[in-house]
């Protein structure tokens, strides 16, 4: 009899303390993509990765025009030149292609690259932002909101953090 009023005992403590620790968690969340895109560092950040983007596009481009216009012209003169003549350039034109082609995928690699360092150098100064705002609001969780499924309105604090990133962050370099 002894053991069931502890065990009961045990077990109604428990619940009481585990109802009021669940009371005195505060949480929220925030849009990580709406601050990456709203911010003015994140703005700077796009831009230049939309600007690095569309110079590596252009070369490529050019690079195409230039081995197709090589590719022309050397059927046109597959009548004229020797058989021989003919397999040095092409030859030549195919490790042209290679090259480029390696070239081409450096490019890519360093602009993969560098948004990579681009968006870990921004979650590094949110990481600052986010743990300053949630200290000041007692906040103990502040969650994704790509991995909430559903949650009150007021519990979104993606505006709060905006502005106090705005505030704190002005740029990000990335090397």
Do not use: P
């Amino acid at each position: 009899m002894k053991k069931n009023f502890l065990k009961f005992a045990v077990i109604f403590c428990c619940l009481i303390f585990f109802k009021y620790a669940y009371a005195q968690e505060k949480i929220a969340f925030i849009d990580l993509n709406f601050i990456f895109n709203n911010s003015s560092a994140g703005k700077e950040l796009n831009k230049k990765i939309e600007n690095k983007t569309k110079k590596l596009n252009s070369e490529f481009k050019e690079i195409k025009e230039k081995i197709d216009n090589e590719k022309q012209n050397l059927s046109k003169q597959k009548n004229v030149l020797s058989k021989e003549e003919f397999n040095k350039k092409l030859v030549q034109l195919e490790n042209d292609i290679k090259n480029h082609n390696l070239s081409i995928s450096k490019k890519q690699d360093d602009l993969a690259q560098y948004k990579s360092k681009a968006k870990a150098e921004f979650s590094n100064q949110l990481k600052i932002v986010l743990a300053e705002y949630s200290q000041k609001n007692s906040i103990d969780m502040i969650f994704r909101k790509e991995n909430v499924l559903i949650g009150k309105n007021s519990l979104d604090v993606t505006n709060g953090i905006l502005d106090l990133f705005n505030k704190s962050v002005k740029k990000i370099s990335v090397q």
